[in-house]
């Protein structure tokens, strides 16, 4: 099931919660990333009614504007979508979790669990994105393999110079050079 419209913030995004499941989020200013009642029942394994209906029913818990936000409020041209459609925020989409029982509405609450961690711990106790210096990466090119050593030592053996090529062989021998 895939969305293919756009909103301001740019196309819609698939991540992957399981094998053979794949779900559409929004990129989203104020929210980091919103989706769609019809997406968050795909990933709830539910229909968009029952989504609906849980959305009702706990209406003093699940609040507009910190759980849901309507498509008016996100999108730049509210002809491209209904006015009135839903939008769960990622704490709307964790908090409808709680209502919604199925099995695979508990595959669902552990992928949500683990995106807001991950997005998370890139950040410290103050909301300040960390920053980590990237290290190296460590390239097999300088390891001096029995290969390489015969293939240099072939090439070695062409030098005309005998201190030059005994003292180049000694040094990659681990000798010392005279």
Not at 16 to 30: I, K, R
Not at 110 to 118: G, K, M, S, T, V
Not at 159 to 169: G, K, Q
Request: aromatic share 6%.
């Amino acid at each position: 099931m895939t969305i293919t419209k756009k909103n301001e913030a740019g196309s819609l995004l698939p991540m992957t919660v399981t094998e053979g499941l794949t779900v559409n989020v929004m990129p989203n200013e104020a929210h980091e990333y919103v989706m769609s009642t019809r997406e968050v029942s795909h990933g709830y394994g539910t229909s968009i009614y029952v989504v609906r209906k849980t959305m009702l029913r706990h209406e003093d818990e699940l609040k507009e504007g910190k759980h849901f936000i309507k498509g008016v409020d996100i999108l730049s041209t509210p002809t491209v979508t209904q006015p009135h459609q839903i939008f769960w925020t990622k704490r709307g989409i964790v908090r409808l979790g709680f209502f919604i029982k199925s099995e695979r509405a508990k595959l669902f609450r552990d992928w949500a669990e683990e995106l807001i961690i991950a997005v998370d711990e890139q950040r410290d106790l103050f909301g300040v994105v960390k920053t980590t210096r990237a290290l190296p990466a460590k390239t097999k090119a300088n390891r001096l393999t029995q290969e390489r050593m015969v293939s240099i030592l072939a090439e070695v053996c062409r030098i005309e110079d005998m201190a030059l090529r005994m003292s180049i062989t000694n040094k990659l021998m681990g000798g010392t050079a005279k």
